[in-house]
């Protein structure tokens, strides 16, 4: 049974705005992929917009380009391991979907691959078409359309972290394959033994 329930898009931001490194998820006809990303912010009230940076260069782009929305994902310290592992290799080589056995949902507005094993979040985002994005920076701007959260951590529109739930918390990278949760910081290893989310 998920845990997950709808998040209000006044409160979708929140759902960020700590800091968290997140999964960017694209899909494109049958192609989909997933990295991770540590630069997001919101940027807007209402409606919700936030800003990420994609790197021009990464498959992901691609995808965003083709589709216009991508999901994000906030994994929890489960996750910690296979974030790095996604953000150290290309979807072009491998389909990482497959490669880490992930199990998607599909997004309700725009039908991208959103994640919920082993996360704490997920926010579905149409890019905002920008002609300084397309040429020039790596930076994207997004509409959030729609959000949920696991109620456990995330609930009347804020996080509960607490020594009782700290497997469900947000991961927020240091640099280097480090991380920090709420509550402490701890290293996510080399991605090399990355598991499947339990
Ligand atoms: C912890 C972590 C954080 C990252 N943050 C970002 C980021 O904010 N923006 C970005 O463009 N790349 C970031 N990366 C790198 C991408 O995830 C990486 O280039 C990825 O391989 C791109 O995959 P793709 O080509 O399949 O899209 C990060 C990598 C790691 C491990």
Redo the contacts with the bound molecule.
């Keep these: 049974m998920s845990h997950f329930k709808e998040v209000t898009l006044a409160h979708a931001s929140r759902l960020i705005n700590h800091g968290p490194?997140v999964l960017v998820t694209s899909a494109h006809g049958k192609a989909r992929?997933?990295?991770?990303?540590?630069?997001?912010m919101p940027v807007e009230f209402t409606p919700p917009r936030i800003a990420?940076?994609?790197?021009k260069?990464?498959?992901?782009?691609e995808l965003i380009a083709a589709s216009g929305g991508f999901g994000v994902c906030i994994p929890c310290t489960t996750l910690a391991g296979l974030?790095?592992a996604?953000?150290?290799?290309?979807?072009?080589t491998v389909d990482?979907f497959a490669h880490y056995g992930l199990n998607a949902r599909t997004g309700p507005v725009l039908g991208m691959p959103l994640l919920e094993e082993g996360c704490a979040a997920w926010l579905e985002c149409r890019l905002i078409s920008e002609p300084h994005t397309e040429d020039a920076y790596?930076t994207c701007f997004a509409e959030v359309v729609a959000a949920a959260a696991d109620e456990r951590v995330f609930r009347q529109g804020r996080w509960h972290f607490s020594d009782d739930n700290t497997d469900l918390q947000t991961i927020h990278?240091l640099g280097g394959?480090n991380f920090v949760r709420p509550s402490g910081m701890f290293y996510a290893g080399d991605g090399a033994t990355a598991q499947r989310p339990a």
Excluded: F, L, Q
């Design positions: 490194t992929n997933v990295m991770a990303a540590a630069w997001s990420i940076v994609i790197d260069k990464t498959y992901t782009r974030t790095h996604v953000g150290s290799e290309s979807g072009r990482k790596d990278h394959g």
